[in-house]
């Protein structure tokens, strides 16, 4: 019943966004010495959700699900506005560091629309 409504699905594909976006920025973190590692990221959630939500859809994982409850695809992309290193590493961890930041930001948004968005459906229905 409550998975319909598009409130609590918009904060679960926030948070999912979120816990893929910390994903690649542990990633580039950990190659932060790797010659020739381009850093990445994940396009921002507004630009996904405007798009229509092509990334944060549903989607059948095998055949036995009929409404495609899996994970949702958040690609990777190079940040080309990031500067290289002499050994071909674009990975700068003061910018990783911001990113996480911002994940953690993102991440706490997403939970605190949900718990608001749970209150008020406990108070319509007097149990709030």
């Avoid at 999912?16 to 920025?25: D, I, K, L, S, T």
């Amino acid at each position: 019943m409550f998975e319909n409504l598009d409130i609590f699905r918009m904060s679960h594909a926030m948070a999912r966004h979120a816990g893929a976006r910390q994903a690649v920025v542990a990633q580039n973190m950990a190659n932060a010495d790797t010659p020739g590692y381009a850093a990445r990221d994940i396009a921002p959630f507004a630009a996904l959700y405007e798009t229509g939500g092509q990334a944060t859809a549903p989607r059948a994982t095998r055949p036995g699900h009929l409404l495609g409850d899996g994970p949702g695809r958040f690609e990777p992309i190079r940040d080309d506005a990031a500067t290289q290193d002499p050994n071909g590493n674009s990975v700068s961890l003061e910018t990783e560091m911001l990113r996480a930041i911002d994940v953690q930001r993102q991440h706490s948004r997403a939970l605190a629309i949900y718990r608001s968005s749970l209150t008020v459906l406990r108070t319509a229905l007097g149990r709030g």
